[in-house]
């Protein structure tokens, strides 16, 4: 491995990519430079991001593989269209988030979380019969405790996120989990910037329902697993409809 002193050019040239990169990318996810449209040219990133033309040319190959633009030669480099960006790319998850109105985005996440979340779900609680995990079945629990008692919208949010993270690691597969892991920290961003104060409200009847998944798999009922957590995914894109 090679390490970089964090004063090097190295360093420096890197962390000016990760800015263009950022800026760049946040611009393009919020429509400022709307499919098959063409981008600045080097020359005038140069200038607008006051970098060298290496940097410039290091971030549109960064851009360029997460699917958001494309460059030919002696035409110049434009944006693709949307549905040919890596919605799983993290970084290209965190741009939506910091979108104003990240409405398609936010139903989108939704409804891939109802492919495969309710059969996370069933799937954990068939292990928990094969595992006896009562360990892991109790953290469940307590993360059920955590959102009932969560004393701010952060609280809430991260014990949310953990508990949603811990149903996908005891399902036991891994690609639930990396799958998994993206998208629900693309919606921890969200639940963090959203204006809902009325999780107060609501947490007591939100952890209930969550309980009921966590009894469902603790008991080793696949079908109750699944119900519960497609109530509960269902319920919370309802409710952040109607407050948004």
Same mark, same amino acid.
């Given at each position: 491995?090679? &390490?970089v002193a964090s004063g090097s050019p190295s360093a420096r040239a890197s962390n000016h990519t990760h800015f263009v990169v950022d800026q760049m990318?946040? +611009? &393009?996810v919020a429509g400022e430079y709307p499919p098959d449209t063409m981008i600045p040219l080097d020359p005038d990133l140069c200038e607008m991001f006051d970098v060298s033309r290496t940097v410039v040319r290091e971030a549109k190959k960064t851009l360029a593989a997460k699917g958001l633009i494309a460059s030919k030669a002696k035409v110049g480099t434009h944006v693709r269209p949307s549905d040919e960006w890596n919605m799983f790319d993290e970084d290209v998850l965190r741009w939506?988030?910091?979108v104003k109105s990240p409405g398609r985005f936010y139903d989108e996440l939704f409804e891939i979380r109802l492919i495969?979340?309710? /059969? +996370? /779900? +069933?799937?954990a609680a068939r292990? /928990?019969?094969?595992l006896a995990d009562k360990a892991a079945c109790d953290k469940l629990f307590a993360l059920c405790d955590s959102l009932a008692g969560a004393n701010s919208r952060a609280d809430f949010a991260v014990a949310d996120y953990e508990f949603h993270h811990h149903v996908l690691k005891l399902s036991g597969n891994r690609f639930l989990q990396s799958l998994g892991d993206m998208v629900q920290t693309a919606l921890y961003s969200l639940f963090l910037i959203e204006a809902n104060e009325k999780f107060q409200e609501v947490k007591a009847e939100? +952890? /209930?329902n969550h309980r009921d998944i966590a009894r469902a798999i603790a008991s080793g009922l696949p079908d109750a697993a699944h119900s519960a957590m497609l109530k509960v995914i269902?319920?919370?894109h309802?409710?952040?409809?109607?407050?948004?």
């Open positions: 491995m090679t &390490i990318g946040r +611009a &393009i939506h988030t910091s495969f979340e309710p /059969a +996370a /779900a +069933a799937s292990r /928990a019969n094969e939100v +952890a /209930a269902t319920e919370g309802d409710r952040t409809r109607a407050t948004a």
